[in-house]
């Protein structure tokens, strides 16, 4: 029987870690939903006009490293504004969440959008600094020059557009469990989302 995990957030709140996790522990699929929008924001910035790029991504759009970079993710929150964008994007979403042996979809929407049906919904979030500075590590790390003010400015950019859209704008659904990751570590995060869901498992 299918069961969907819905894991949404603000940028770097630790989703994608959690998200990972949770898929291992239960031997579910697991999609980070943001990288479809990534891979459209990379397509806009070669040239191509969003909503062709929505209708006709494929598989390997979502394999670059270059999806990574903060120029995309900027680019990504400025195509997840456009309606047409994310209604092209709702069916391969939706048809993933409900396989047979079980889905974890971390994004800004799934819990109120993609899958208010879902069986578990977190929403995972930290204070803007705390999710900066762990940005800012991963990509001084991958090698990539930049400073932490600058990468608490694109944090706190992409949060607004994400916050303020009219079409499936960033907030909790009302049935999620709210998981602040400020001052948990990586263990403790995951420990806590698991508990969440085996207690909805339970039901
Ligand atoms: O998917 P999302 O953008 O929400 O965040 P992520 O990629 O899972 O996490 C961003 C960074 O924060 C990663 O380098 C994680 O290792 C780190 N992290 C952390 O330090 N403490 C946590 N409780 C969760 C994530
Ligand atoms: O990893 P991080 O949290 O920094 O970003 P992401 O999850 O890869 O998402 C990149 C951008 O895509 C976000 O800032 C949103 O504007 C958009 N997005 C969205 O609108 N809906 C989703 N379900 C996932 C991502």
Redesign the pocket.
């Known amino acids: 029987m299918g069961f969907t995990i819905a894991i949404d957030g603000p940028?770097?709140a630790g989703?994608?870690t959690i998200s990972r996790a949770v898929a291992a522990h239960f031997g579910f699929a697991h999609l980070d939903?943001?990288?479809l929008?990534?891979a459209v924001g990379a397509k806009m910035l070669a040239g191509e006009a969003p909503v062709d790029a929505a209708r006709n991504l494929v598989p390997e759009d979502l394999e670059s490293d270059e999806l990574r970079s903060p120029g995309v993710?900027q680019a990504?929150?400025k195509v997840?504004v456009i309606a047409e964008v994310r209604a092209a994007l709702v069916d391969f979403q939706r048809a993933f969440a409900r396989r047979a042996g079980g889905a974890v979809l971390d994004?800004?929407?799934?819990g109120t959008v993609i899958c208010p049906e879902a069986e578990a919904k977190l929403f995972v979030t930290a204070t803007a600094e705390v999710r900066a500075t762990r940005r800012f590590l991963e990509l001084t790390q991958k090698g990539t020059v930049t400073t932490l003010e600058e990468v608490l400015a694109d944090v706190k950019a992409?949060d607004e557009?994400?916050m303020n859209r009219a079409e499936a704008p960033l907030r909790p659904a009302g049935d999620a469990v709210l998981i602040d990751t400020s001052t948990l570590a990586i263990e403790e995060a995951v420990a806590k989302a698991i508990a969440a869901i085996e207690a909805r498992r339970a039901d």
């Not at 994004?107 to 799934?110: A, C, N, S, T, Y």
């Open positions: 940028a770097a989703k994608g939903t943001g990288l929008y990534r993710a990504a929150s997840a994004g800004r929407d799934i992409r557009r994400d």
